[in-house]
Structure formats: C-alpha cells, structure tokens
C-alpha cells in the first residue's frame, strides 16, 4: 500500500470520531493547504511555457538527440 493511501486511510478512520467544531477546524485546514498549493507551470513566463510546450511536441514527433551523440559533440 503506497504511503498516500496509508494516510487516506488513517484519517478516514479519525474523522467519524470528530466532533462538528473539530471537523469545521480539519476542514479549515485542508482548504488553506489547497489554497496555497501552486503549480509551477503557472509560475514560469509564457515564454518558457512555449519553449517546453515546443520541446514536447518536437519530443513527441521523435526528433531526439540522444545524451551519446550530445556527448561526443561537446566532449571535445
């Protein structure tokens, strides 16, 4: 069992136990945590984004160098 799921389960087995001022505070918390979570995608410039975005596609169309022939090209 992963880690994450180890912890769903612990704290479905506490929350039944709870009364309705400690649920309102458990409650509390959990939506400051999801609040403040941000996605690093949205924290670069639009810029970067097209340059991954361009990469990937690029990635997915096969054109690849491999890490060998970056290598043998800059190892001199």
């Known amino acids: 069992m992963s880690a994450a799921k180890s912890l769903d389960k612990e704290i479905e087995q506490y929350l039944p136990r709870l009364n309705v001022k400690q649920k309102k505070t458990v409650l509390t918390v959990v939506k400051t945590f999801m609040e403040e979570q941000t996605d690093w995608w949205d924290e670069i410039g639009e810029e970067q984004q097209k340059a991954i975005d ?23």
């Open 54 to 76: 361009k990469s990937l596609t690029e990635m997915k169309a096969g054109k690849l160098t491999s890490h060998e022939e970056v290598m043998k090209k800059y190892k001199k």
